[in-house]
């Protein structure tokens, strides 16, 4: 399942389509791991407010897990919790266990590979945290995924959702050549492709975005929204400009054609590495993101 939301799909963090048939695992992981060691900072801040909701939990999953940068971070914030990664991709959960193994967390890390929510029927007892970061809106009936969610909670467990946010920033508004405003035009082409996207999942049922109100739903008590900022303002380094770049590749190969001419050829400039005005070698380059994570309760 995927780490990003619709207003971030231009960030490309942990993008992955609901269709697992065309995508070689193996050739996008490393992509999405480094995209997750980017947010790492806000993902740690984020780990440190959850670490205050819920003490001491004993299991936690993380939902739709990917290659396992959040699932060791929160090993790391809960040294005495078991983890689980759970995630319908085999080679994704390969690079997880993998790096729990480096980070010395292996003793206590466990995968499960399997469609959601359908896979967390394979956990062994309820969790006590469960994170879904960005992979429900990958299921077709959220209500229905977010009941099964709480499902495998423990009386008093969390579950911690990861939805919304704000569009990642990376460029001024106007970037000396081209029309002022292109990230701002690229948001409103990535809104169109998250909504065709969220039609054509099997069993698509239109929600209101109220994520409370749809863990109330689950059966749940909502305890808290806080919104985690990332923030690497320019100059920026390699590795947020190699973000850039991908972000920006992605989009220009997902939909370029669907931008005008002016957009298109102003695309094609800042992804050309021979070009000084590119995102290669600019120097205003940086990455702004915002993502809220909803936390809510089982009480009984």
Known sequence: MAHHHHGDHQAGHQHRHHDHTDIDWNEVAPQLEAQAELFTPLYEHAMAWLAKRQTEPGLIVDVGSGPGVIACLLADTFPGARIVAVDGSA????????????????????TVAGELPDALDDLDYPADLLWVSRSLHHLGDQRAAL???????????????????????????????????????L??????????????????????????????????????????LLDLPAPTTDRARAYVVASLTRIREGFGDHLDADDRATLDRLL?????ASVYHRPDVFVLAAQTVYTAVRTK
Do not use: H, I, N, Y
């Not at 039609?199 to 049922?205: F, N, Q, R, Y």
């Not at 239109?206 to 008590?221: F, H, M, Q, V």
């Open 91 to 110: 080679p994704l959960l390969d690079r997880a266990r993998a790096r729990a193994e480096r980070l010395g967390v292996a003793d206590r890390f466990g």
């Open 147 to 185: 009941a099964a969610f709480a499902a495998r909670l423990t009386p008093g467990g969390t579950l911690a959702l990861q939805e919304g946010g704000l569009p990642a920033r990376f460029l001024p508004r106007d970037l000396g050549f081209g029309r002022p405003g292109l990230q701002a035009r």
């Open 187 to 228: 948001d409103a082409l990535e809104e169109e492709r998250f909504a065709a996207m969220r039609a054509d999942l099997p069993g698509s049922v239109a929600e209101t975005e109220d994520w409370p109100a749809l863990l109330s739903s689950a059966g749940l008590r909502p305890t808290g929204t806080r919104t985690f």
């Open 272 to 276: 050309d590495p021979d070009d000084k």
